[in-house]
């Protein structure tokens, strides 16, 4: 199982970005797939997660109203569309997927497969 995550980068205060994760190995559109963030010096959270079955979505309360994840079971993908970003929000973002784990889904040990991290920075 890999999954790759991309679509980071420097970003203006109040921008935007996608992040992409592929996955290989393993159905998107099957497992329950998030993505997390973590800062210098921070504990990894969570940032969102789409739940199967049943596809409810969550995001942490940082995020709500300006990430929306999604997901695209044709390309196997995940993504993340982040809009009215801060410097708060400057963190690797990772993506993950369920796989086997029975831990909570809003923890990192929920999470069997992990993408490697991409870079966001929010910065003028």
């Known amino acids: 199982v890999q999954l790759q995550a991309s679509g980071g980068g420097l970003v203006q205060p109040g921008g935007s970005l996608r992040l992409s994760c592929a996955a290989s190995?393993?159905?998107?559109?099957?497992?329950?797939v998030g993505w997390f963030r973590q800062a210098p010096g921070k504990e990894r959270e969570f940032v969102s997660f789409i739940v199967w079955p049943g596809g409810n979505i969550y995001y942490a309360d940082s995020v709500k109203g300006r990430f929306t994840v999604s997901r695209d079971n044709a390309k196997n993908t995940l993504y993340l569309q982040m809009s009215s970003l801060t410097p708060e929000d400057t963190a690797v973002y990772y993506c993950?997927?369920?796989?086997?784990?029975?831990?909570?889904?809003?923890?990192?040990?929920?999470?069997?497969?992990w993408g490697q991290g991409t870079q966001v920075t929010v910065s003028s």
């Open positions: 993950a997927a369920r796989g086997s784990s029975r831990g909570v889904y809003y923890e990192t040990s929920g999470y069997e497969y």
């Open positions: 190995g393993l159905t998107f559109g099957s497992d329950t």
